[in-house]
T-cell receptor, first 112, second 114 residues
Framework: DAKTTQPPSMDCAEGRAANLPCNHS???????VYWYRQIHSQGPQYIIH???NNETNEMASLIITEDRKSSTLILPHATLRDTAVYYC?????????????FGTGTRLKVLA | GAVVSQHPSWVICKSGTSVKIECRSL??????MFWYRQFPKQSLMLMAT?????????EQGVEKDKFLINHASLTLSTLTVTSAHPEDSSFYIC??????????FGQGTRLTVV
C-alpha cells in the first residue's frame, strides 16, 4: 500500500472548518484514499473514501487533487467531539484482503 | 452501521497467565477479521488476519505461538495472549468488513499485565 504523510497535530476552533491534509505522492491508479478517525481509547471509525472525485457525506468532505498525490479531509463545522486522531490510508478497493496499514495520523484538537 | 463488539473492554492479569479477548460481529457474518495492537501515543499495528475455519495469517514479527487466534464461527474470533508479560500490555482492537473495504472496529480491549 502507498505511504501517506500527515502533519502530526493540528488545532481548530470550535465551529470552524477543520482541513486535514494528506500526501500520498506514490499512489497508484487503482488505489483509493480512506479516512478513519480514532477518538481516545476507542476503535477507529470510518469517515469517508474516494478515488479521484471529491466526495461528501454527513460527516465530512474529501477533496482529492487532480494528480491524486494529495487530499484534504474537511470537517465543515468542527465540534469538541471531533477531537481525535485522523488517519489517511491509501489502498486498493479490492486486494484480496481488507487489512489496513495505519500511519501515524494527525492529532486534531478542537478548541472551545 | 455494522457493529463489532469486543469483550472484555479491559482486563488485568498476572504475569505468566493467559488471557482471551473476544471479537464478535453482531449483525453480520465475517469470514475474515483483523487484530491490531496499539501502544500509548502510537498508531495501530496490524498483528494478524483471522480466517474462519482456517489458520490465521500473522504479520511479520508477530509471534504466532504467543498470540493464538481462533476463528471458529462466522461471528466470533478470539485472540489469546499466552504467558503474558508486562510488555504485552497494550490496547488490542479487532475489525471486520460486512461488505467491501469499509472496516468496522471493535471498541478495543485494554490489557494490563502486572
Amino acid at each position: 500500500d502507498a505511504k501517506t504523510t500527515q502533519p502530526p497535530s493540528m488545532d481548530c476552533a470550535e465551529g470552524r472548518a477543520a482541513n486535514l491534509p494528506c500526501n500520498h505522492s506514490t499512489i497508484s491508479g487503482n488505489e483509493y484514499v480512506y479516512w478513519y478517525r480514532q477518538i481516545h481509547s476507542q476503535g477507529p471509525q470510518y469517515i469517508i473514501h474516494g478515488l479521484k472525485n471529491n466526495e461528501t457525506n454527513e460527516m465530512a468532505s474529501l477533496i482529492i487533487t487532480e494528480d491524486r498525490k494529495s487530499s484534504t479531509l474537511i470537517l465543515p463545522h468542527a465540534t469538541l467531539r471531533d477531537t481525535a486522531v485522523y488517519y489517511c490510508i491509501v489502498r486498493p478497493l479490492t486486494s484480496g484482503t481488507y487489512k489496513y496499514i495505519f500511519g501515524t495520523g494527525t492529532r486534531l484538537k478542537v478548541l472551545a | 452501521g455494522a457493529v463489532v463488539s469486543q469483550h472484555p473492554s479491559w482486563v488485568i492479569c498476572k504475569s505468566g497467565t493467559s488471557v482471551k479477548i473476544e471479537c464478535r460481529s453482531l449483525d453480520f457474518q465475517a469470514t475474515t477479521m483483523f487484530w491490531y495492537r496499539q501502544f500509548p501515543k502510537q498508531s495501530l499495528m496490524l498483528m494478524a488476519t483471522s480466517n474462519e475455519g482456517s489458520k490465521a495469517t500473522y504479520e511479520q514479527g508477530v509471534e504466532k505461538d504467543k498470540f493464538l487466534i481462533n476463528h471458529a464461527s462466522l461471528t466470533l474470533s478470539t485472540l489469546t495472549v499466552t504467558s503474558a508479560h508486562p510488555e504485552d500490555s497494550s490496547f488490542y482492537i479487532c475489525s471486520a468488513n460486512p461488505k467491501g473495504p469499509e472496516a468496522f472496529f471493535g471498541q478495543g480491549t485494554r490489557l494490563t499485565v502486572v
